[in-house]
């Protein structure tokens, strides 16, 4: 039988050509989602004092160190006031009172310092025994101290997950605690927790340390490493050889034109003080009376203007936030495909919606609905049919009710052949409205007019791409894409940059601008301008 299903990718702040830090943990989850739910030395602090524990004969690769890591990680779920997830990420148990250590970012807005909720509870799941199954979300547990600071929280169980009275006895199984100054470059680390790429089941990853950073900014260190950390594992456990707790994942520094990534972990000295007061508050009875989560209201749809997508890219998966193969022609026997987009200026509770149409029949019908994810950032949905796909596909997308983009592919029948790259665009069809495609160093600050024309520019500059209107009618929409075409290799051919779109009117200047925090590739690029989503004007010029 036939099974086709939407589902939607992970949302990262990330936005190409930038590097940035990207929090670890999921925000949520909007498509089939997981059961019941998208910052020298590594520490100047002084050495905590280890939980005491047999000194290990083997590695945390195999037997009963690694058995004991794994079945100390906790799921944590924050949900909203509404008792709605909001936000999900992992945790370390460090008594068997059920005192757990996790990232702030998981349970709260570390820049306002805001809980999610505002009893500060978090569900927690707890993984079974034979560690081949999703975790039951047993109980709830709420913050007892934080330190935004080093993105910390130290929580409780204070009650089962309906906010029942907890047995006399928890005795959850812990975590050795190790002692984080001692760890050296080149030592292995392995990383524990609930990354969403885990399809829900405790995950275990292994690399080395690859290096500490200083960061005066968030008043601690970084441990860094390649171990695979992503959404979900924030405020999991870096253990080292021995099975020791040695640090928190907490971040991940993404290259989107590199394609390359490093985890951040926070040393576990840096939680001392967190630690110790779990140590003293373990044998302290629980005072807990939970509050029955609020009825959530009727969602109240609001239209943003500002609100914008950019161009859709079709390709095969998202990787680290960056479109894998991107293209619109795809083989035969292909049973995936999936969308991709940028968006900016989106809030909770914006009306939006999706429409997928498949050789001309709608399949997946999606409008009017409310915004949940974040202010800008990706977003990527997948169309699957498990008989293959064939034909033409299209996915519409609407900001409030009206469309703002789509765009298609297709899927070719057996013996149809593939071409390796992408079509070379259509012709430009001049709809009068623009007199001028101008590409220059800059523009003036007044009129917009270009500064320095050329068509050759370094790899530090900022590109512009300056039309002339001509007696454009009010709100004629103008849209500039930017494309690398040929990177001698480093991206795919006609790779989508960037794409910007404004609403005008009458005889003016206009100047779309790109830059980068970093350099452009040598090579060859692109910018097509489009008049009302019809391709009007574009222009060639390179980097050298």
Partial sequence: MSHRVSTLGVFALVLALLLVPALACDPFTDLEPAPAATPTSPSAAPSLTAVPSATPT????????????????????????????????????????????????????????????????????????????????????????????????????????????????????????????????????????????????????KGIVSGFLDDPASAGSWIKTDTEINPGNSGGAAINQAGEFIGIPTRVQVDMRLAGKLGKIRPVNLAKPLIQQAQRDAQSPVAFTFKPWSVAPTPTVRVVTTASFSAIIFCDEVKDGKP????????????????????????KGQEWGRVWVENGKTIVDKRAQAWEGLESGWISYSLSDNDGMAGTYELQLYIGKTLVVKGGFTVVSSGTLVPTRAPAPTGPKASGLITSLTMAEGSKADTKEPVNPTTVFTPTSVFHAIIRTNNAPPNTRFKAMWYIVDSGGAVPSNTLLYTKEIATDGTRYVDFTLSTTTRWYVGTYRVEIYVNDALDEMQGFSVK
């Avoid at 913050?143 to 089962?160: E, G, H, P």
């Avoid at 293209?327 to 200026?345: D, L, Q, S």
């Fill in 324 to 347: 894998v193969n991107p293209r619109t022609t795809f083989p035969a026997g292909t049973k995936k495909v999936t969308a991709y987009w940028t968006f900016k200026g989106m809030v």
């Fill in 58 to 205: 083997n590695t945390p690769s195999s037997g009963a160190l690694l058995r004991a890591a794994l079945l100390s990680s906790v799921y944590v779920l924050t949900p909203d006031d509404y008792g709605k997830p909001y936000s999900s990420g992992s945790g370390t148990i460090l008594t068997p009172q059920g005192h757990i250590l996790t990232n702030f970012h998981v349970v709260g807005d570390s820049s306002s310092g805001k809980f999610y909720n505002k009893q500060s509870l978090a569900y927690i799941g707890i993984s079974p025994s034979e560690l081949n199954a999703k975790p039951n979300l047993l109980y709830l547990a709420q913050v007892i101290k934080s330190d935004r600071s080093l993105d910390l929280a130290l929580l409780r169980i204070v009650a089962t997950k309906d906010g029942g009275a907890l047995p006399s006895d928890l005795n959850l199984p812990t975590l050795s605690i190790g002692d984080s100054d001692k760890v050296q470059i080149g030592d292995e680390v392995s990383v524990i927790g609930f990354p969403t790429l885990g399809e829900g089941t405790v995950t275990f990853t």
